[in-house]
């Protein structure tokens, strides 16, 4: 299931709030049926024709960029939203307005792990969607800041390379048997730190399998 970017040891109170379902004793993260995305809400008033609509797509897209879901910096430009499915279509929400995300496979492969997690795309937003080069995940499926690494499996333990301090930081949980079966994958962690070096896993998923 890890592969697939479930998420694991969330205590039963989180459940109802966030969609969980019960299996053997811990709850795992999967697609919530009745938790709608923002894109695809209900909303009073008429409806805008589909001509229209289309013809107001790039305004839109305009008005998002600069409402702040967007910044240009010495990488090139960041796109701001949280990663969505219309569909099976892999979508960004960018507040509220959802357009299709387009990558390198490899690229895509990440994305469709990590749906409703918030990143930062680099890349550029056009008219027919918004096309990635890279991605930053500012937070998790849960909401929490992640750390995202490679994880190492050897005679010190269970261990997180990660990838933005470059700290090995060791992982604790009563799921441990599972997380260490992905070494050499590149996954990402939420949790509490305990000191410099010692992270007591929240939840966590799989980004890159290991080769």
Known sequence: MESAGRLVGLHTSDAPHLGFIRSSGHFFFDRVPDREPPWKKTRCGPTIPRSVAARLQPLLVLLLLLAGCATTGAGGKRIFGVIGFDGDVLV???????????????LVD?????????????????????????FEMLEAPDGLPPHVGRLIVDQSGVMLQDEVSGRRLGLRSSE???????HGSRIWVTGSLTGDHLLLIAHWGVLVPAS
């Open 110 to 134: 990440q994305l469709r792990r990590i749906e409703w997690a918030r990143v930062a795309i680099r890349g550029t937003a056009a008219r027919d969607g918004v096309f990635a080069k890279d």
């Open 92 to 106: 960004l929400d960018m507040r509220g307005t959802a357009l299709p995300l387009r990558a390198a496979p490899e």
């Open 176 to 182: 441990l048997g599972r997380v260490k079966q992905h």
